[in-house]
């Protein structure tokens, strides 16, 4: 069984910065993509950031420059370092983990970003 658990997030500025984290438990393949996604109010969910076992990574333009994911593949977590932020950004980020056949999705349970000052 597979789990992820989030943390970080909370009440932050305009121009301010937090980060999320994103341990992964269970069976983890050892090749798999790591993202973050997010839904604002009254909106669908988008992708945010992802990041495969290799290393490569994809990000919205929206957050291009502002937003870094990483990830420490020996621990299963993902990253998402959140600068500049906007209060557009506010939204509860969810976590995302695509592995074996047919990438079969994980979900954490979502954090809450609000960017107000």
């Known amino acids: 069984q597979v789990q992820l658990v989030e943390s970080g997030g909370g009440l932050v500025q305009p121009g301010g910065s937090v980060r999320l984290s994103c341990a992964a438990s269970?069976?983890?393949?050892?090749?798999?993509?790591m993202g973050w996604y997010r839904r604002a109010p009254g909106r669908q969910r988008e992708l945010v950031a992802t990041?495969?076992?290799?290393?490569?990574?994809n990000y919205v333009d929206s957050v291009k420059g502002r937003f870094t994911i990483s990830r420490e593949n020996a621990k299963n977590t993902v990253y998402l370092q959140m600068d500049s932020l906007k209060p557009e950004d506010t939204a509860v980020y969810y976590c995302?983990?695509?592995?074996?056949?047919?990438?079969?999705?994980?979900w954490g349970q979502g954090t809450q970003v609000t960017v107000s000052s």
């Open positions: 995302n983990l695509k592995m074996g056949v047919g990438y079969a999705n994980y």
């Open positions: 269970g069976s983890i393949f050892r090749v798999n993509v």
């Open positions: 990041i495969n076992s290799g290393g490569i990574t």
